[in-house]
T-cell receptor, first 113, second 114 residues
Framework: AQSVSQHNHHVILSEAASLELGCNYS??????LFWYVQYPGQHLQLLLK??????LVKGIKGFEAEFIKSKFSFNLRKPSVQWSDTAEYFC???????????FGTGTSLTVIP | DTGVSQDPRHKITKRGQNVTFRCDPI?????LYWYRQTLGQGPEFLTY????????KSRLLSDRFSAERPKGSFSTLEIQRTEQGDSAMYLC????????????FGSGTQLSVL
């Protein structure tokens, strides 16, 4: 079975600080990778996704993530966070043509103005 | 907005009662998923439909849980004889079966079992 690990449970940053959230997965085959975000009081929404090709993917609101196959990692980055980035961030993976999406436990990000 | 909608948004029930939740996916999406999320955890897979067929169920899903998608459109999730441990956010998501799909989530139903 696949699993996803997010090592940072709570992150507190000041505005304009750089962000990197770790995500590692365990699965031997080809996977699709995702980061979802949940703003306070809102539903989960897609931040960015990786299917194939360039391992550096760009998403909404200035976020990007890099897929490093050898490390089974898909870390999320943003050069300069804003107060509005305060949210819960979830990494997810599913096998190519697989049925299940596996989610990490999430990272709670608080950005202090 | 034609996103995924779930009803009700909140449900409070007493232990031992049955509850039913409804999910209306994005209309052209043939896949529908149910997830459960508790505080401090990520969404946990419960079950999944391809059109009206329920193709996969989590081993964590006890026989008190049943889900249907009778016409391949909306879906219902029923929990019988609720227990306090069933208290959670129940999320519905839908997608297109393309092999490069992403999940679109609803706002969820927050269940509290007293």
């Amino acid at each position: 079975a696949q699993s996803v690990s997010q090592h940072n449970h709570h992150v507190i940053l000041s505005e304009a600080a750089s962000l990197e959230l770790g995500c590692n997965y365990s699965y031997g085959g080809t996977v699709n990778l995702f980061w979802y975000v949940q703003y306070p009081g809102q539903h989960l929404q897609l931040l960015l996704k990786y299917f194939s090709g360039d391992p550096l993917v760009k998403g909404i609101k200035g976020f990007e993530a890099e897929f490093i196959k050898s490390k089974f990692s898909f870390n999320l980055r943003k050069p300069s966070v804003q107060w509005s980035d305060t949210a819960e961030y979830f990494c997810a993976v599913n096998a190519i043509f697989g049925n299940q999406f596996y989610f990490g436990t999430g990272t709670s990000l608080t950005v202090i103005p | 907005d034609t996103g995924v909608s779930q009803d009700p948004r909140h449900k409070i029930t007493k232990r031992g009662q049955n509850v039913t939740f409804r999910c209306d996916p994005i209309s052209e999406h043939n896949r529908l998923y149910w997830y459960r999320q508790t505080l401090g955890q990520g969404p946990e897979f419960l079950t999944y439909f391809q059109n009206e067929a329920q193709l996969e169920k989590s081993r964590l899903l006890s026989d008190r849980f049943s889900a249907e998608r009778p016409k391949g459109s909306f879906s219902t999730l029923e929990i019988q004889r609720t227990e306090q441990g069933d208290s959670a956010m129940y999320l519905c998501a839908s997608s297109l079966d393309t092999g490069r799909e992403e999940l679109f989530f609803g706002s969820g139903t927050q269940l509290s079992v007293l």
